[in-house]
């Protein structure tokens, strides 16, 4: 059933998704949104997968991928890392990504991004990376970054697609439209890393003040609104052969 509503709801509201070669040529930042084992480790905590799940495991292995090869280039990368207070909950979720616990920490194929120098980490307390990345000052450290490395294009990646990652697009597409972002012009959400969670009907239905999220259906419809919001929204990441040796960016 659920798949048969999936295809409908392909046909009548398509994400058209093209691919993206990034260059020199475009000054590019790469944003991990939440890629801590609260939300892609089995086991790891009460958002986190209960068994093996292909969707997440394979955007965090493209995740990891990317952010690799933007770090051997020099090319920046920013990273949320979701981090909360023990005693200020967040609605409707449980407990989650205790601040110094393993749950808030990035899975363990990214714990070398901790001590890169073209990295930028932030822990953020709240959905909204946008919103989570205000300093006590009133300034804002993705602001910042994107302002201080010149950057021209970010290419996000991460879960969940239709809350985190929509949230953070969303509010990035304001900001920028706003020009609060410059010189930033396009965000570009990467389907193949990004994922979400899968909470089938008939397993919320038992679960006290749960919602239904089936997964797939729920990636495309984040997916359909990021775009709808003025979002590019890609399929594939290749790196143009001109910039494989390039480091001044």
């Given at each position: 059933m659920v798949s048969k509503t999936i295809d409908l709801l392909k046909k009548d509201l398509p994400v058209e998704q093209?691919?993206?070669?990034?260059?020199?040529?475009v000054k590019t930042g790469l944003v991990l949104v939440d890629?801590?084992?609260?939300?892609?480790?089995?086991?790891a905590g009460n958002l986190a997968p209960r068994q093996p799940d292909k969707q997440i495991s394979d955007m965090v292995e493209e995740s990891v991928r990317l952010a690799k090869l933007f770090c051997e280039k020099n090319w920046p990368v920013f990273a949320f890392l979701d981090s909360h207070h023990p005693d200020i909950p967040e609605p409707p979720y449980p407990s989650h990504c205790i601040i110094g616990t393993d749950e808030a920490r990035l899975v363990p194929a990214l714990h070398w991004l901790e001590n890169?120098?073209?990295?930028?980490?932030?822990?953020?307390?709240c959905i909204d990376g946008f919103l989570g990345s205000i300093e006590e000052d009133g300034?804002?450290?993705f602001v910042d970054w994107v302002k201080n490395n010149q950057i021209k294009a970010i290419l996000v990646v991460g879960i969940c697609t239709d809350i985190c990652v929509l949230d953070f697009v969303c509010s990035t597409l304001s900001a920028r439209n706003r020009q609060i972002l410059t010189p930033l012009e396009d965000v570009i959400v990467y389907?193949?890393?990004?994922a979400t969670f899968d909470l089938p009907v008939h397993v919320a239905k038992d679960i006290n003040g749960a919602l239904a999220h089936p997964?797939?259906?729920m990636h495309h419809i984040g997916l359909y609104i990021a775009k709808g919001r003025g979002a590019r929204v890609v399929s594939e990441v290749s790196f143009a052969v001109c910039v494989e040796s390039d480091t001044d960016l």
């Open positions: 093209s691919s993206l070669v990034l260059s020199q040529d890629v801590v084992n609260g939300f892609c480790t089995v086991g890169e120098p073209s990295a930028t980490l932030k822990c953020k307390d300034s804002n450290l389907s193949s890393a990004c997964q797939d259906l």
